[in-house]
């Protein structure tokens, strides 16, 4: 007569660990592969928020808009250079007086909030338009050096999410 084993009972719980090993490190390895992905994503944007920014306060400081003669009626793209880096008081004045939503529209194509200032410790001049950022959000800010009524002067441009 054979005796009854329990070398069936062993390797059930052996699977039964080894299992509950395999659950644990998959879901460690998908925690991990979230963190990274979230991470990524958000040097993405932060990316992207400079690359708008850097174009956005280019073409202002650069540029003459369009049309040439823009006002807040008929600007299809805004610049307030009269020449590169010079800027003109009346279109830099245009800017400044216009609507929000509007220069956020040709600013940023309604991606993101922004925040411009114009000021020179020199000549003693501090203007700026926009919204200001949120303390708790990420904030991308660029800076330009510009001639303003014949004053050196800094351009910033902050952008940020909605």
């Known amino acids: 007569m054979s005796r009854p084993t329990t070398r069936g009972q062993v390797v059930g719980y052996d699977t039964l660990i080894a299992f509950f090993i395999f659950l644990l490190l998959f879901v460690w390895i998908q925690q991990i592969w979230i963190s990274e992905n979230n991470h990524i994503y958000s040097e993405l944007a932060s990316e992207?928020?400079?690359?708008?920014?850097?174009?956005?306060?280019?073409?202002?400081?650069?540029?003459?808009?369009?049309?040439?003669?823009?006002?807040?009626?008929?600007?299809?793209?805004?610049?307030?250079?009269?020449?590169p880096g010079v800027l003109d008081e009346e279109k830099t004045a245009?800017?400044?007086?216009?609507?929000?939503a509007d220069a956020r529209s040709l600013l940023t194509g309604d991606g993101y909030d922004f925040y411009f200032e114009l000021d020179s410790e020199v000549a003693g001049f501090d203007a700026n338009a926009g919204v200001a950022p949120p303390a708790d959000e990420p904030v991308t800010a660029v800076q330009r050096n510009v001639i303003y009524r014949e004053e050196n002067a800094h351009v910033r441009l902050k952008l940020f999410n909605p």
Do not use: E, T
């Open 48 to 83: 992207q928020r400079l690359l708008i920014a850097n174009q956005s306060v280019d073409a202002l400081v650069a540029s003459r808009g369009h049309p040439l003669d823009w006002n807040d009626s008929n600007v299809s793209m805004l610049g307030l250079a009269k020449s």
């Open 94 to 100: 245009a800017f400044l007086a216009m609507n929000y």
